[in-house]
């Protein structure tokens, strides 16, 4: 009897133990297994045990060691689990091209590239950039043993989304998109600093302006309100399920302390699981957070990428980046790919007078339509090819080419 229960237990804890092991996918470098208790979730009374690999390293692991916690560790008590691969055996084993030494100063940068296109990472820097477009990482880049070392996660999150995975696509016919203008009602959200008019006025104009324009395109477009009405975010999330939305976009406009006046353009999606955000805004960061949103990662970063990218173009406006964040909970539940774009500063005077005008966020709307076109693209609609050149690389330099009025990197 005894004997028995002993093999039931044998069995169980193998189970455990197998299920803890992250999947491998035959992707990643061939690592050892260590078992580690560093991850802890801030908010659960356990810790959690995960089974991480470590890259083979005959140095003692330098990053575990340096990491410092943020200057204002609010919600981050523990450092993370640091696994570092070495991003030339990344990308041998995922037919990416070899990096290249970009630059030594200021900094010093990489280049990695796909014919999906660049990728531009900086040594110790969570900045980095995907065919010219800002972009943030977990974790800035390393050096360990002379090898360029790339987070697991950013890797993961990231680098293979971009450079490996096949861009978003639609197979269905009218597939569905809800677009969700911020705030509403009682909810004003920001104001002009001209004339104090109200965030919620402009985004339901651009919203209402966006969704013919993406009926034309194909879609099925719903709007999470047409009027000044007060939305909660857990109504805009359930909402979308109910019409069983492919896409979710939330569109804002964003605001900033009058002494700084910034400017640009900001994309946010839900920061993957394991990853600290690139903006908190004074809200907890539990890193260890695995929202229904955190499934379509790789598709949440390609989406806020695209639409980016188009508002960029069509605004002029200053690329602030694809940032991660936790505290936007219109985010978390979406169960489908889901972004929040902030198409400018109702706190600066320059942007906000163009908010302000109809003529502009017209252009907005179009731009995101762009972004999200179902039609292949007719002959006159293609962008021309030409235009800014880039040295890849120090000792044997490539050229890539960037297709003028586009993000596309054409390979020669
Ligand atoms: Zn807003």
């Not at 990728?119 to 990482?137: C, Y």
């Not at 680098?159 to 096949?166: F, I, M, S, T, V």
């Not at 957070?289 to 970063?301: K, R, S, V």
């Not at 400018?344 to 942007?351: I, Q």
Request: charged share 20%.
């Amino acid at each position: 009897m005894y004997k028995f229960a002993g093999f039931i237990l044998v069995v169980m804890w193998s189970c455990i133990v197998g299920l803890a092991r992250p999947s491998n996918d035959g992707k990643m470098p061939k690592m050892s297994w260590v078992n580690t208790n560093l991850v802890r979730n801030p908010f659960g009374p356990e810790p959690v045990k995960l089974m991480v690999p470590v890259v083979p390293s005959n140095a003692p692991a330098a990053p575990v060691e340096e990491w410092q916690p943020p200057a204002t560790p609010k919600h981050v008590p523990v450092r993370p689990v640091t696994t570092w691969v070495s991003l030339d055996t990344w990308a041998a084993e995922h037919g990416v091209g070899k990096p290249h030494l970009l630059s030594n100063t200021p900094v010093t940068t990489y280049t990695i590239g796909s014919a999906r296109g660049v990728v531009v990472l900086a040594i110790g820097n969570r900045e980095a950039t995907w065919n010219g477009i800002e972009i943030h990482l977990g974790f800035g880049p390393q050096i360990i043993d002379g090898e360029i070392c790339v987070y697991g996660l950013d890797l993961q999150k990231n680098l293979e989304p971009l450079l490996c995975d096949p861009p978003l696509a639609f197979s269905e016919t009218n597939p569905v998109i809800v677009i969700d203008p911020g705030h509403g009602g009682a909810n004003v959200g920001t104001h002009s600093i001209l004339d104090g008019r109200f965030e919620k006025e402009f985004t339901l104009d651009w919203a209402k302006r966006l969704a013919p324009l993406l009926e034309a395109e194909g879609w099925r477009v719903f709007l999470t309100r047409t009027s000044d009405t007060y939305v909660t975010n857990a109504v805009r999330v359930t909402f979308a399920e109910q019409h069983h939305a492919d896409l979710f976009i939330s569109l804002h406009f964003n605001s900033g302390a009058p002494d700084e006046a910034p400017e640009g353009i900001e994309t946010y999606c839900v920061t993957p699981t394991g990853m600290p955000s690139t903006l908190t805004r004074g809200y907890s960061d539990p890193w260890a957070a695995n929202y229904p949103n955190n499934t379509f990662d790789a598709q949440n970063l390609q989406l806020a990428l695209q639409l980016h990218a188009a508002v960029l173009r069509a605004s002029g406006e200053e690329d602030r980046g694809v940032c991660r964040a936790r505290f936007m909970d219109v985010l978390h539940g979406q169960q489908c790919p889901a972004v929040l774009i902030e198409g400018g500063y109702l706190s600066n005077p320059r942007e906000a007078r163009r908010i302000e005008n109809a003529e502009f966020r017209q252009k907005l709307a179009q731009a995101v339509a762009d972004a999200m076109r179902l039609k292949p693209e007719t002959e006159n609609q293609k962008p021309e090819t030409g235009g800014q050149k880039a040295e890849v690389g120090d000792q044997k330099p490539e050229i890539f080419m960037l297709e003028s009025g586009t993000n596309r990197v054409k390979w020669p």
